[in-house]
T-cell receptor
Framework: NAGVTQTPKFQVLKTGQSMTLQCAQD?????MYWYRQDPGMGLRLIYY???????DKGEVPNGYNVSRLNKREFSLRLESAAPSQTSVYFC?????????????FGEGSRLTVL | RKEVEQDPGPFNVPEGATVAFNCTYS??????FFWYRQDCRKEPKLLMS???SGNEDGRFTAQLNRASQYISLLIRDSKLSDSATYLC???????????FGAGTQVVVTP
């Protein structure tokens, strides 16, 4: 079972470059999320999608855009990367109908912006 | 002030011992709480949910104290494999957005 798959797992960018993090889930979940994790800060929600066709800002959306391409896929785009966006990014999905609060995470994408 | 706060640790625990640590939350309206486990350089995974006053799952016991706004996690008979960072999580709003603490590191030593 693949669960939640993120690509790429590692990426180094220069300031000002753009990139897209891809995420796909095969659990037929309605809700999908993008978090970033920084030392001492915990996981912070960037954007989420409660269902296909909807997206909403989370706690730290500035500098990011998202696309819920279909029920399976939720991508995160950095239009002009900045060193402050160096972080570990996690995509997650959930089915709140069955289990509120249980998020299934991808393995993470480690991004360094020079 | 962070909505969910945790002692970062590390809590160094001899194998077989009991360890307990707390997490405080500021949103008194939060109804549900969760403990996630995160191994080094891995993704978080749900350990247990905490509804009403608490929950027990094998060697793990979670308790919720609404009056003092904290959640505790107790691990009995610690195993080397329990070494991880434990994330305290609260529901941030009625939709169910989650608020993560920064985590408490536990190191179980032989």
């Amino acid at each position: 079972n693949a669960g939640v798959t993120q690509t790429p797992k590692f990426q180094v960018l220069k300031t000002g470059q753009s990139m897209t993090l891809q995420c796909a889930q095969d659990m037929n979940h309605n809700s999908m999320y993008w978090y970033r994790q920084d030392p001492g800060m915990g996981l912070r929600l960037i954007y989420y999608s409660a269902s296909e066709g909807t997206t909403d800002k989370g706690e730290v959306p500035n500098g990011y855009n998202v696309s819920r391409l279909n029920k399976r896929e939720f991508s995160l785009r950095l239009e002009s990367a900045a060193p402050s966006q160096t972080s570990v990014y996690f995509c997650a999905s959930s089915d709140r109908v069955i289990m509120a609060g249980e998020l299934f995470f991808g393995e993470g994408s480690r991004l360094t912006v020079l | 002030r962070k909505e969910v706060e945790q002692d970062p640790g590390p809590f160094n625990v001899p194998e077989g011992a009991t360890v307990a640590f707390n997490c405080t939350y500021s949103n008194s309206a939060s109804q549900s709480f969760f403990w996630y486990r995160q191994d080094c350089r891995k993704e978080p995974k749900l350990l247990m949910s905490v509804y009403s006053s608490g929950n027990e799952d094998g060697r793990f016991t979670a308790q919720l104290n609404r009056a003092s706004q904290y959640i505790s996690l107790l691990i009995r008979d610690s195993k080397l494999s329990d070494s991880a960072t434990y994330l305290c999580v609260g529901e941030a709003d009625s939709w169910g957005k989650l608020q993560f603490g920064a985590g408490t590191q536990v190191v179980v030593t032989p």
